[in-house]
Each structure stands twice: as C-alpha cells, then as structure tokens.
C-alpha cells in the first residue's frame, strides 16, 4: 500500500526514521513528508510558508531510508495532510501515519497534537490514519525524566505495533483515524495492546508560572487527578500499549442549535 509519514517533531526526529524504516521493510510503498523544524502543538493548524504564491520544501537524505522520497516541508503536519490527499507527493496514499512522537499523546489533551492533529485533518478528506507517539515520561517524574539518547529509546517497539495494524487499518472504513500510545519498553516487556478511552486531559498541564506587566511565564507539571481505569493514561502505566479511535468534529447528535435570538 502507498503510505504518507509525516510528524510533529521535524524531519530529523528518531521517531520518523524508524517508523518509515519498518514500514518500507513491511513492503509498502513509503514517502515521508515532515516538517522542516519541530512544531509540537500545533493541532489541526493549517499554517505554512509561502512565497510567491508557492509551499516550499526541499528533498532531504535521511540516515537508513535510502531510497524512500523524505521532504522536508515548511508547513504544520496537519496541512502536510491535507497536501497528500491532493496528491502532492505522488498519488493520493492509502494509509497517513504520523509519528512516532516524543511522548505520549493521551486524554483530551490530544486536541492540541500535530501528531493527532494530523491524522483527524487526514480523516476529514477520506483518509485512513494513524498516529503513534512513545511514552517517554511512563512512571517517571516530569522533573526527573532520564537524560537518554533520543536515539537510543524503543522506537522500534512502537514501529512495531504500529506496522503490525496497517492491513486492519487499510480495511477499515474511509476516514478511520486511531490514536497508537506505546511505553518506552522493548517489545518483549510490553504487557500487550488495549483499546483505551479518553482520560480526561492528558499527563501534564500548563500552569502560569509568573505574570506581571507584560508578561506571563508558563511552565508544566503533571495532572494530579486519579487514574481512571481503562483510560489511556491508565493502561500506559500498566505497561500496555493503547489503542484509541478518535473522529474529526461532527455534529452533535442530541444537541438542537437555537433558531432564534433576542435583541435586549
């Protein structure tokens, strides 16, 4: 199958190389397009660089992946999406996967992902999508994750999950989009693969570390709240790779929009 890569985390990232590596290994026909620098937040953001009317990005050589086209594309992943629906780099792919992504992308904080982000634009054009992210925090404190490698964390595992759901994914219905979290364990020391609801935000919020005339300073600190079983959160820190459906915005079902105003 013709599978598009992109991520949120640049075209130089680990995760990337890895996930594109197994997938062209798996046989299917691979071309990465990422963005040029980091750009972790962005969501569903449809933001690029323009000159004269024209997207830049250039073809770039990554270590591994000879042979595979990688574009090195100055613009959000979720508007690299939308480009590879149109067929910009090349026919229009059966599969978009984007990542792998340095942390976790878990609970309602997803809404904020341009891993996620990506794949939810992808859905709402008809494509079939996946983003995979690695848990990189797990059971260690935000103020004490390990100073490793990036090169040396288990990619590998969770390209492996995620190659191991692409012929699910391909028969799957036009617009599927699946959230894959994986623990930084190899894949022997994975407890196994769960379907996982939402929890309800994510492993860390903001906070407003100082504010004064003209300025705020923010800063991060992991959620506090209970764990709710058989949340995303909560599987992760049982060591279980998760598994999540999510679907772009639709319209409420039960919800009826007022008809009428009043003027005071």
């Known amino acids: 199958m013709k599978i598009v890569i992109t991520n949120d985390d640049g075209v130089a990232a680990p995760g990337i190389r890895h996930l594109a590596r197994q997938v ?40 591994g992946l000879d042979g595979v086209p990688v574009h090195s594309v100055q613009a959000s992943p979720a508007y690299i ?47 079939r999508g996946m983003a995979v992210s690695l848990d990189i925090l797990g059971e260690v404190a935000l103020n004490a994750l390990p100073a490793v490698d990036d090169d040396r964390r288990n990619w590998p595992a969770a390209a ?30 994975i407890a196994g693969l769960r379907p996982a609801t939402l929890a309800p935000f994510g492993q860390v919020q903001m906070t407003l570390a100082e504010h004064g005339s003209g300025f705020v300073r923010t800063a991060l600190k992991e959620r506090g709240e209970e764990r709710i079983p058989d949340s995303d959160i ?28 009043r003027a005071d």
Do not use: C, K, M
């Open 160 to 189: 492996t999950i995620a190659v191991g759901l692409l012929d699910w994914l391909f028969e799957a219905p036009a617009g599927t989009a699946l959230n894959l979290n994986v623990p930084d364990r190899p894949v022997e020391g």
């Open 234 to 261: 909560a599987l992760l820190g049982e060591g279980y790779a998760t598994i999540t459906a999510v679907v772009p915005p639709v319209r409420h079902p039960a919800l009826q929009p007022p008809t009428e105003w």
């Open 24 to 63: 062209r290994e798996a046989g299917h026909d691979v071309v990465v397009a990422a963005p040029h620098t980091e750009v972790s937040g962005a969501g569903t953001a449809l933001s690029a660089t323009v000159r004269e009317g024209r997207l830049l990005y250039e073809t770039v050589a990554l270590d």
């Open 81 to 127: 999406a939308v480009l590879a629906g149109l067929g910009a780099f090349g026919e229009r792919p059966d599969v978009l996967l984007s990542g792998i992504n340095r942390g976790a992308n878990a609970g309602h904080a997803i809404l904020h992902s341009g891993t996620v982000g990506a794949v939810l634009t992808g859905a709402g054009d008809g494509l």
